[in-house]
């Protein structure tokens, strides 16, 4: 699709993800086992035909930039296409750092004129779902559009946490509040029977139809809007004024699975939902692969375990251990007798050779993985975490803490990136 151009934006600090945005941003934050969050949107435009992709980072973004560098290259030969990252810098025109989403895309205007094309695809780095954007654009062309946003049903629970809005019969906007929190206001955005009529669709009953950060643009009219105004978020500005406006804003309904990885909780229960028989977001689809760095890892090594709803990543090795319904990332090493039960172990970035235990052994310091007779309870262990021989690490419901490279946060304790957590350490919330 040479049409579009697609605009990722590579988040700013992420402060309810950390500690996991310690060191990276939100985008950089490894999910599954092996993949990284902006793998998501950079896959679907693949998938969909867009092959042009620019992804603006400012915030801890060293690993993110080396991620798409090592992974997202493409033969001129075959297929003419890039994903370029756009870091944030001073110009002529300005010396600060990007103010918003949409400020960055405002700043980053110039690397954008030499390409010929008509739409702009406006993506978030940190949601977590599969689309075909080619049927959203072809509505958007169809129907005339401006802007497009793609739009999904949410419960009235989550509506206060999202922008709602409200269609014509035509699904043009006519009405949007961000965040809405008044329970008054609430209830008059709620769909009413006549919206799933009209198109032919089950009625469902107390739902919302909230904004997924997913955005088309005519080129001409963004480029207009950005340049006429000093808006910094799409959200809360640039689409709202796009509506008062009276331009011809579209919402595009989307039925699949989407989740917005902004808390340690969100990001926890969407990692364990990859474990359920039958997930509602698959990693299985040969027909829309999620791409990552291929890192040319040997198979596991399960030396006798018992594992139960669990997903092993390439490259570990298990000895004797219980894993359920937990995920373990690459290179991981589960000790003998260790025990993991609804944990996200994400693995770590090199395995340790011979001489680098020995010395860890000299020093007194765990090797990098799940030491000896521990037992991980509810918890989240960031790369290259070294947990120690019968540690006992168990989360719960206990206000927030943290110590010395751990943080209980949201109900989850999150052992934090290179952290050491030596022998017979004791963290229990239950």
């Given at each position: 699709m040479r049409e579009v151009l697609a605009v990722i934006l590579g988040g700013g600090r992420g402060t309810r993800l950390y500690p996991l945005t310690k060191y990276r941003s939100k985008p950089a934050v490894p999910l599954a086992g092996k993949y990284r969050l902006i793998d998501i949107p950079i896959s679907n435009c693949l998938n969909s035909g867009i092959s042009r992709i620019f992804v603006l980072t400012q915030y801890n973004s060293a690993s993110l930039n080396r991620h798409i560098n090592l992974t997202y290259h493409f033969d001129h030969f075959r297929l003419e296409g890039f994903v370029d990252i756009i870091a944030a810098e001073q110009t002529e025109q300005s010396a600060d750092w990007f103010q918003g989403t949409a400020d960055a895309v405002r700043k980053t205007l110039i690397h954008y004129s030499p390409y010929r094309f008509d739409y702009y695809l406006i993506l978030s780095g940190d949601h977590i779902y599969s689309m075909d954007y080619r049927e959203m654009i072809g509505k958007h062309i169809e129907e005339r559009a401006e802007v497009s946003v793609a739009t999904i049903p949410v419960s009235r629970e989550k509506a206060p946490g999202l922008g709602i809005l409200v269609t014509d019969r035509d699904s043009f906007i006519r009405h949007f509040v961000e965040k809405p929190k008044d329970p008054a206001i609430i209830g008059s955005l709620v769909i009413g029977d006549e919206y799933w009529r009209q198109r032919n669709l089950p009625i469902r009953k107390n739902l919302f139809l909230a904004n997924m950060g997913i955005y088309i643009f005519n080129r001409k009219v963004l480029e207009q809007i950005l340049n006429d105004g000093n808006e910094v978020d799409f959200g809360a500005e640039i689409f709202p004024r796009s509506i008062r406006e009276s331009r011809k804003v579209r919402a595009h309904l989307f039925e699949g699975y989407w989740e917005d990885i902004g808390t340690i909780r969100s990001f926890y229960e969407a990692n364990l939902g990859f474990l359920d028989h039958v997930p509602k977001f698959?990693?299985?689809?040969?027909?829309?692969?999620?791409?990552?760095?291929?890192?040319?890892?040997?198979?596991?090594?399960?030396?006798?375990?018992?594992?139960?709803?669990?997903?092993?990543?390439?490259?570990?090795?298990?000895?004797?251990?219980?894993?359920?319904?937990?995920?373990?990332?690459?290179?991981?090493?589960?000790?003998?007798?260790?025990?993991?039960?609804?944990?996200?172990?994400?693995?770590?970035?090199?395995?340790?050779?011979?001489?680098?235990?020995?010395?860890?052994?000299?020093?007194?310091?765990?090797?990098?993985?799940?030491?000896?007779?521990?037992?991980?309870?509810?918890?989240?262990?960031?790369?290259?975490?070294?947990?120690?021989?019968?540690?006992?690490i168990v989360s719960g419901k206990a206000p927030d803490t943290s110590g010395e490279g751990w943080v209980l946060k949201d109900g989850i304790i999150v052992i934090e990136k290179n952290a050491v957590i030596p022998d017979g350490t004791q963290l229990i919330f239950r």
């Open positions: 698959s990693f299985y689809n040969e027909y829309s692969p999620i791409y990552t760095h291929s890192r040319f890892l040997p198979p596991s090594k399960i030396n006798r375990a018992f594992t139960e709803e669990a997903i092993l990543s390439e490259g570990c090795i298990v000895e004797n251990a219980t894993i359920h319904r937990s995920l373990v990332g690459v290179r991981s090493i589960v000790g003998n007798g260790a025990t993991l039960v609804s944990t996200i172990l994400m693995g770590a970035d090199y395995h340790e050779t011979p001489e680098q235990k020995e010395c860890n052994r000299t020093q007194g310091i765990p090797d990098i993985g799940i030491g000896e007779g521990s037992y991980l309870e509810g918890a989240l262990i960031d790369k290259n975490a070294r947990i120690g021989k019968n540690v006992k």
